[in-house]
């Protein structure tokens, strides 16, 4: 990855935490941002599941299951809820130190202590937190790259993140790794595409034009808008996705991933 160049002078340092700092100041892991794309990745990691577990199987226990609900009261403040769900990631990685999901989480709850430290200004440690993050999710999609579950968890992550990003290069890079993750996933799940929920279709379907949208490819934003319209009927992105075929542009609070909500453990 090239978005996490080290700077050079303590100006490029400033610069550099000044950009790490947007998810903080009520970005990447705002509840209306990191929360709700986050819940998109995990409606489609549940469908797929569902999708390709045999019936008469029994139940899988995802991971995500055990720390979600607690890092999503984390994402509304509760910091308390987001020690429980690192703690449990750090459990996981002391048995297994190549759980690559538990690794994603993990890396994802430094980013919320990121968020934490840099509201209380303290830049240094926010800035150090967001590096171990960064690295975490990274290292974890290397360990698994082919699991649905990092793939979609860093891809949600780095798409809501880039819509708030000050400086304009990074933002662009992250943005096509969430890209690219989101489009591996789509590619890993063609087989039983079809088969999942139309929300979940919907998710990663309007994630897609969403991105490519923001990297300036209309074409291509088009393109999976008109799939959405036409293939996720009952999604709840339906109307964002005309939106952005009639205007060619979507609603502010429509391009950084807000999602319809459905990281409730029932659904």
């Not at 160049?5 to 009520?26: E, S």
């Not at 297994?96 to 934490?116: C, D, Q, T, Y």
């Not at 929300?199 to 393109?223: C, I, M, P, T, V």
């Not at 009952?234 to 964002?240: A, F, L, N, P, Y």
Request: hydrophobic share 40%; proline share 3%.
């Amino acid at each position: 990855m090239t978005y996490r160049r080290k700077p050079r002078t303590k100006a490029d340092f400033l610069k550099r935490i000044t950009a790490a700092g947007f998810v903080i100041a009520g970005a990447l892991f705002c509840v209306n941002q990191f929360n709700q794309a986050s819940s998109a990745a995990l409606s489609v990691l549940a469908a797929g599941q569902e999708a390709s577990s045999k019936p008469q199987g029994p139940p899988v226990n995802r991971f995500d299951n055990l720390v979600r609900e607690d890092y999503f009261a984390g994402l509304a403040g509760d910091e308390a809820a987001l020690d429980r769900a690192i703690k449990t990631c750090e459990e996981t990685l002391a048995r297994n130190p190549k759980h690559a999901e538990a690794m994603v989480w993990h890396g994802a709850g430094l980013l919320l202590r990121a968020s934490f430290a840099f509201q209380k200004a303290d830049m240094r440690k926010g800035a150090e937190l967001w590096d171990r993050g960064m690295n975490e999710m990274d290292e974890g999609v290397s360990i698994a790259p082919n699991n649905v579950g990092t793939r979609i968890s860093r891809g949600a992550t780095l798409l809501g993140a880039a819509a708030y990003a000050f400086d304009k290069k990074q933002a662009h890079q992250m943005l096509q790794t969430g890209v690219a993750d989101y489009e591996f996933v789509l590619e890993l799940q063609k087989p039983y595409f079809n088969k999942l929920s139309a929300h979940s279709r919907g998710e990663l379907l309007f994630g897609l034009a969403s991105g490519w949208h923001q990297l300036g490819d209309n074409e291509k934003a088009r393109q999976y808008a008109q799939r959405v319209v036409s293939e996720t009927q009952g999604s709840g992105r339906e109307k964002q996705a005309a939106a952005l075929l009639e205007k060619g542009a979507l609603p502010a609070q429509n391009g950084r991933m807000t999602c319809t909500g459905c990281h409730s453990k029932s659904k």
